[in-house]
C-alpha cells in the first residue's frame, strides 16, 4: 500500500511511499508527532512568539529541547523564524503556510480532547 503526502507539482500520479523508512515524509511526522512539536505548532497557532515566550507557555520543556524541536521544524517548513538584527538579536518564531495547514488538525485534536475531559478543579 503506497500514500502519503503529494510531491509539490508532481501531479496526483506521484506520491511519498510513506511506509519506506527512507521517506523524507516520515522524518517530518516525526517532528510534527514529537513530545514536544505538537505543542510548538500549538502555540504558535494564533500569535507570532519569541523563544522565551514559547519556553514559558509550554511548561516542562527545557531550552535544549526547545531549540532542537524548534531547528527541525524551521528546516521541515513549518516554522519560520524571523531575526531582527538588534543587540542582543531579537528572534521570533511563527508558523508558515505548511505550518498552520499541519497544525489545524492538531488543533482540532486537542479542542475535542479538551471539551471530552471532565472539568479542571476549582480553586479551593
Known amino acids: 500500500m503506497v500514500g502519503g503526502a503529494q510531491r509539490g507539482g508532481a501531479g496526483p500520479a506521484r506520491r511519498y511511499d510513506v511506509f519506506h523508512t527512507d521517506c523524507p ?12 512539536g505538537v505543542w510548538v505548532l500549538i502555540s504558535l497557532r494564533s500569535n507570532d512568539l519569541r523563544f522565551y515566550e514559547l519556553r514559558d507557555g509550554i511548561r516542562g520543556i527545557s531550552e535544549k529541547m526547545l531549540s532542537q524541536t524548534l531547528r527541525a521544524l524551521v528546516q521541515d517548513g513549518l ?23 499541519v497544525g489545524e488538525p492538531l ?3 486537542f479542542d ?3 471539551r471530552r475531559l471532565p472539568p479542571p478543579p476549582g480553586p479551593a
Open 79 to 101: 516554522v519560520r523564524r524571523e531575526v531582527e538584527p538588534t543587540t542582543p538579536p531579537q528572534v521570533t518564531y511563527g508558523l508558515t503556510e505548511f505550518g498552520r495547514d
Open 112 to 114: 475535542r480532547i479538551t
Open 107 to 109: 488543533t482540532e485534536l
Open 25 to 36: 515524509a516520515r522524518d517530518v511526522v516525526d517532528h510534527v508527532t514529537s513530545r514536544w
